[in-house]
Nanobody, 127 residues
């Protein structure tokens, strides 16, 4: 079993930055990919960023966050991060991290491809 715990959410003005963390505990050794997702009120959960563990350079991003968000990992801490810069009002959402042990060939952004989920951390961007 694997547990994921997100932190780092909060309130920030548009144009500001936040850094989210996702710490994994439990049986982590078989994890292939980790991703960040978000869900705004009344909207479906969507993929934001995903990486192949051990290959941070192989990251994929949703078009809406490309050039503004960066996902990284710390292998020693079993933690992944989402650095969010130039935040916009539309980035307001609950942010979740997720993991999968399936080798999908490339980091997936689809919700259905992830097995383990954290409880989320809230990000609010205001004008």
């Amino acid at each position: 079993q694997l547990q994921l715990v997100e932190s780092g959410g909060g309130s920030v003005q548009a144009g500001g930055s936040l850094r989210l963390s996702c710490a994994a505990s439990g049986y982590f050794i078989d994890t292939r990919y980790m991703g960040w997702f978000r869900q705004a009120p009344g909207k479906e959960r969507e993929g934001v960023a995903a990486i192949a563990l051990g290959r941070t350079n192989y990251a994929v991003y949703a078009d809406s966050v490309k050039g503004r968000f960066t996902m990284t990992e710390d292998n020693f801490k079993n933690t992944v991060y989402l650095e969010m810069d130039s935040l916009k009002l539309e980035d307001t959402a609950m942010y979740y991290c997720a993991s999968t042990t399936t080798d999908w060939g490339r980091p997936p952004l689809a919700v259905s491809k992830y097995k383990y989920w954290g409880q989320g951390t809230k990000v609010t961007v205001s004008s």
